[in-house]
């Protein structure tokens, strides 16, 4: 019998990048679930925060399921078919076919188009938003015209180029789907991300804006798609009174236990972004008088959610730093510095921070995918470079989500961080430069 809490001390000294805060009403509706008996795939909660959501975010249909990632392969895997007609059994709905993908993302938004068989071509970033550039994009349609499917993350909580991105797709005839793990609640020239793509997706896991401990969902304005997944996510039954089965079907349904978290969250959403926006700006304050940049966003078309507060250290402020495969060094110079230093710096105050998410392109499991930048193969430019020995000094020809990786890093943007705890990570991010 579990008696005492001391396996689940909290961290009251740790600062985390972004750890969940409850509030309570989490608990009573998770607690009516028990009550009830509700504590299964079906109940209340579910209903509640799948018409909750598609209230707020402003779409048809939402259909809860166990993770983001789930609501990922659920998309590619009716895009697919939608595409490409059903596959026989046992393959995947996109076999062999390229897909355009963000590249400075979570390997999550990439990873479900190879459970159905698909070959991610990864598309550079660009600087104004690190999301999917538009122009690499178009050049990926011109290298791969018979390409049909693009999957969008947006990074951090920043919305992209949407309008680009989607004239691009729209004149390619492809299918959109929209990653917006991160950026729930962030909106584009008024309307909310996770109502642009054919298929999004947005998560509650532990991290994120707000959280069920686990969870995501899929929305579609498609209602013929959104009852395949419906029906997918619960192994596929068909109407009849045995089990009976004419597709493979998934458990993939979220929890009324976990929708009961995510239904207490929801009414927090707001204050939970405002709470990341105040974090931002304190931060942008702060570190004004360093060459660094924060993350940057469209100001006149978007409102970010602000999840997480990033910074990219300028090329002249920029110390010397190498990584490899798992280990990182650096050198320590008068008045500048790099991640490697900053996240060695925050660590030490019990402070976490994280690197930027490294490009999937450079990832070992991708490394032999195609990477389009704006300029055509980014990986043949980079090859072309280093076989004429010319350093890569002209922005032009690096690969940006590279760049991104290299000089930039996630500060703590917890929204239990004090005022008081975030001076202390400016203070010791500042002595970094010294
Ligand atoms: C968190 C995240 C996911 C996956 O969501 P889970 O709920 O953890 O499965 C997918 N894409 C991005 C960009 C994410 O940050």
């Known amino acids: 019998m579990f008696t005492s809490n001391e396996e689940y001390t909290p961290f009251p000294s740790k600062l985390w990048l972004s750890s969940p805060t409850m509030h309570g009403p989490e608990l009573a509706c998770m607690q009516q679930a028990y009550e009830s008996n509700w504590m299964s795939t079906i109940g209340k909660n579910i209903n509640e925060i799948e018409r909750l959501i598609c209230e707020r975010v402003g779409c048809r249909h939402g259909i809860a399921l166990s993770s983001g990632t789930a609501a990922l392969h659920m998309s590619v ?72 499917l693009v999957v969008l993350a947006h990074l951090y909580g920043v ?63 498609d209602g013929e798609g959104a009852e395949k997944v419906r029906r997918w996510s619960t192994q596929a039954r068909e109407n009849a009174p045995w089990y009976q089965h004419e597709e493979v079907g998934y458990n993939y349904r979220m929890s009324n236990v976990i929708a009961g978290v995510v ?18 700006e304190r931060y942008k304050e702060g570190l004004k008088r360093l060459p660094i940049e924060m993350n940057p966003y469209d ?26 495969a798992r280990e990182a060094w650096y050198e320590r110079e ?58 890569e000094t002209d922005s032009r020809l690096r690969d940006k989500g590279a760049d991104i990786f290299e000089r930039g890093l996630c500060l703590p943007s917890d929204i239990k961080m004090t005022k008081e705890q975030q001076e202390k990570v400016i203070e010791v991010v500042r002595a970094c430069f010294e």
């Open 334 to 391: 008068r008045g500048k510095s790099c991640p490697t230093e900053i996240l060695e710096a925050l660590d030490s105050i019990n402070a976490e921070g994280r690197p930027i998410w490294k490009p999937l392109h450079l990832q070992p499991m991708y490394r032999m995918h195609p990477f389009i930048t704006r300029y055509g193969r980014g990986r043949a430019v980079a090859n072309a470079c280093q076989a004429e020995g010319t350093e």
């Open 299 to 324: 100001e006149k078309n978007s409102e970010p959610n602000f999840w997480l507060s990033c910074l990219m250290v300028k090329e002249e402020g920029l110390s010397r730093q190498e990584r490899g």
């Open 263 to 280: 239904r207490g969250q929801f009414p927090y959403l707001e204050e939970h972004i405002s709470r990341k926006k105040e974090i931002y």
């Open 159 to 221: 919305p992209g180029k949407i309008d680009e991105i989607k004239e691009v797709c729209e004149s390619h005839g492809a299918v959109l789907i929209e990653d917006a793990a991160e950026s729930l609640g962030a909106s584009y020239k008024g309307r909310q991300t996770g109502t642009f793509g054919d298929y999004s997706c947005i998560s509650f896991n532990g991290n994120k804006i707000i959280t069920g401990s686990s969870g995501g969902m899929l929305l579609t304005e």
């Open 77 to 148: 895997k009716l895009a697919g078919e939608r595409l490409f007609g059903k596959p026989w059994p046992g393959h995947g709905a996109l076999e062999g076919r390229k897909v355009f993908c963000s590249d400075l993302t979570f390997a999550a938004t990439v990873n479900p188009v190879v459970y159905e068989g698909g070959v991610p071509v990864f598309i550079d970033t660009e600087r104004d938003t690190w999301n999917m550039d538009p122009l690499a994009l178009e050049q990926a349609f011109a290298l791969y015209p018979e390409t049909r």
